[in-house]
């Protein structure tokens, strides 16, 4: 094979390295830089030294290793152009220098332990509080998920530069805060760490159900919220709250495929064929679930949904769902965290378990409720428990109500064909 044949098989390999090994790569740089900015930086640096030397000597045993110690060595490097990190010099060039560029398996199995380390860190502080929501989610995606901006753009619906901007803006407020690389102390883990699990399920949820656009269903950010819940499982494997919301992305994400049709519209739960839900993602789930309740004697805010998914996941059939079980979860849920919302999917759990009558007395209590007088689901759900007591006039109304608020065209479609139908 000819070295114009093997170039771009060498650079689709590289690029496939990098989406796996670029956050551990950061990760680790961050560990001696202590900041993310400068620590992506030098990842780049590294990667352009494999696209720079792969294609004539080949990608090494262990690429992984080797763009670490090359990163590592951009870092001395940065560092003796510092002076005044003369002392810290020192110290890291002790133990870095000695590193070779493809290190034995013994070496990088070694390093295992430190690489994982540094990865939490990574993730607390991509993660951060101080951080708006936009921003977090945006980084944590750029530096853990390895998604470029424009991916990250492409999956938000918004331009690239707007993306660019939020993650530059990130890395600066983490840096003028002096936010440290580290996993918080364990006084300070719990809210830290449900920053965390709100980043990663905010990325599922743009995913599961789209806010905006032509398409149901985002099955990358769904993925890439899995890949990330999956990897602090298994950093923090007796952390409750993280199995629970594994769980809860587990059992949710085996209903993909189920909830399109064939033109990509949407599909509703009940009406969804579950022989297409993936059982071996609810078996995972269902793992996940149990585990979650085993770490815990009274269940945080993700194991609760997680249990209500699984109700439907063990149910064979629509009508085989346990809605009374649903609407106990989704009170005691309520009593957790107290919301409209959590207080809206209760309303249709005590819909399908007691009537529409008693589900629609629930919704009615929440119109005068000014952060849900622009939620669409309000009027949907409201729109639905109309319909189903013959009162059609005022359930289409709610259904062109909820239609004109959302904007993810493939459910104003759907609304509006309800809405339709009840003309008819």
């Known amino acids: 094979m000819s ?23 950061i990760a680790g740089i961050a560990a001696i830089v202590r900041d993310i900015g400068l620590a992506e930086e030098l990842a780049q640096d590294a990667l352009v030294a494999a696209l720079e030397q792969w294609p004539a000597s080949g990608a090494p045993r262990n690429p992984g290793a080797w763009l670490m110690a090359i990163g590592k060595r951009r870092a001395i490097d940065h560092f003796r152009r510092q002076e005044r990190f003369g002392r810290k010099l020192d110290e890291i060039s002790r133990t870095i220098e000695t590193e070779a560029p493809e290190p034995t398996e013994e070496v990088a199995a070694a390093l295992d332990g430190e690489i994982q380390d540094d990865l939490l860190r990574l993730i607390f502080t991509a993660c951060h509080p101080v951080l708006p929501a936009e921003a977090r989610v945006a980084l944590t995606l750029r530096v853990v998920g390895g998604l470029t901006t424009d991916e ?8 690239e530069a707007t993306v660019a901007q939020r993650i530059v803006r990130a890395k600066r407020t983490l840096s003028a805060a002096h936010v440290p690389f580290e996993v918080p102390a364990v006084p300070d883990r719990p809210a830290r760490l449900a920053s965390v699990l709100e980043v990663i399920y905010l990325i599922f949820n743009e995913g599961y159900s789209a806010t905006a656009g032509s398409d149901w269903l985002r099955p990358e950010l769904c993925d890439e919220a899995l890949r990330l819940g999956r990897t602090l499982a298994e950093l923090m494997p007796d952390e409750a709250d993280v199995q629970g919301l594994v769980a809860l992305m587990e059992i949710q994400a085996s209903r993909s495929t189920a ?40 269940p945080g805010q993700y194991t609760l949904e997680a249990a209500i998914a699984a109700c439907h996941a063990r149910a064979l059939t629509a009508e085989e769902t346990d809605w009374s079980r649903i609407a106990a979860l989704y009170a005691q849920l309520a009593e957790l965290t107290p919301s409209a919302i959590v207080e809206l999917n209760r309303a249709v759990a005590v819909g399908m378990a007691e009537g529409p009558a008693a589900g629609l007395a629930i919704v009615d209590q929440l119109l005068s409720d000014p952060l849900m007088r622009d939620y669409h689901l309000l009027p949907s759900v409201r729109g639905d428990f109309l319909a189903r007591l013959g009162r059609r006039d005022e359930a289409r109304a709610e259904f062109e109500r909820a239609a004109a608020l959302t904007r993810n065209t493939r459910e104003k479609t759907m609304l509006l064909t309800r809405a339709r139908t009840l003309g008819d």
């Not at 990250?152 to 331009?159: M, S, W």
């Not at 399109?260 to 022989?275: A, K, M, N, V, Y």
């Open 259 to 298: 909830r399109t049709g064939p033109s990509g519209e949407p599909i509703l739960l009940l009406d969804q064929d579950r022989r297409r839900w993936n059982r071996l993602l609810i078996h995972r789930g269902l793992a996940a679930l149990e585990r979650a309740e085993s770490l815990a004697a009274n």
């Open 3 to 25: 070295a114009v044949t093997e170039a771009p098989e060498t650079h689709r390999a590289i690029d496939a390295v990098w989406r796996i090994e670029s956050p551990r790569l």
């Open 152 to 159: 990250i753009a492409r999956a938000y619906l918004v331009p």
